[in-house]
């Protein structure tokens, strides 16, 4: 699976768009990019994925470059529920109809009053 | 849909003894994995059944862990003996081979300290 690089941490004000940066350079054609998050002391919950498109659904958007080397997550409107940490993750889908998931260390996301 | 189901929530125990930690996945769910999370990092998968069969264990130590998904639907993970790094949270997730996307639902976890 491809690397991923993120910042460690980023700070957000409550109301504004979060914008998480991911560098993805040695990402392969049939790898996709996952966001997940980690909320304290809960589980990782998907959030969205795509390959060369940009995606949007209800809980945030996924910007990917022309080159799909890297990619940013759009949360248009953040709330503090929204502080948790946020990993970018690529992955290629297997044919079997599962995948597993390398989580690196994420981006640490604090929404700020 | 209920989420996927964990117990315990908590465990502490003391050095060289065993633990058990359940799972029950998502209705039809046919994929369960298992993940360690260390403090301060992202979870490390440990296990992945594909119904009742291993499909990757290449990351389970298995001096000491075992897992086992006998019918196909929940699941046990034990450790023995714990060590002192053993400490984490355990998650277990599933995922469903009829969705699109293929989205792995997490359960809360089990966190375990060593002592």
């Known amino acids: 699976d491809a690397k991923t690089t993120q910042p460690t941490s980023m700070d957000c004000a409550e109301g504004r768009a979060a914008n998480l940066p991911c560098n993805h350079s040695t990402i392969s054609g049939n790898e996709y990019v996952y966001w997940y998050r980690q909320i304290h002391s809960q589980g990782p919950q998907y959030i969205i994925h795509?390959?060369?498109n940009n995606e949007t659904n209800e809980m945030a958007s996924l910007i990917i470059t022309e080159d799909r080397k890297s990619s940013t997550l759009i949360l248009p409107h953040a709330t503090l529920r929204d502080t948790a940490v946020y990993y970018c993750i690529v992955r290629a889908i297997s044919g079997a109809g599962s995948y597993q998931l390398t989580f690196g260390k994420g981006t640490k996301l604090s929404v700020i009053p | 849909e209920a989420g996927v189901a964990q117990s315990p929530r908590y465990k502490i125990i003391e050095k060289r003894q065993s633990v058990a930690f359940w799972c029950n996945p998502i209705s039809g769910h046919a994929t369960l994995y298992w993940y360690q999370q260390i403090l301060g990092q992202g979870p490390k998968l440990l296990i992945q059944?594909?119904?009742?069969?291993?499909?990757?264990d290449s990351q389970l130590p298995k001096d000491r862990f075992s897992a086992e998904r006998l019918k196909g639907v929940d699941s046990t993970l034990k450790i023995q003996p714990a060590k002192l790094e053993d400490s984490a949270v355990y998650l277990c997730?599933?995922?469903?081979?009829?969705?699109?996307?293929?989205?792995?639902?997490f359960g809360p976890g089990t966190r375990l300290t060593v002592l």
């Open positions: 997730a599933s995922s469903s081979s009829q969705s699109s996307y293929n989205e792995q639902f």
């Open positions: 795509g390959l060369k």
């Open positions: 059944f594909q119904n009742n069969g291993v499909v990757d």
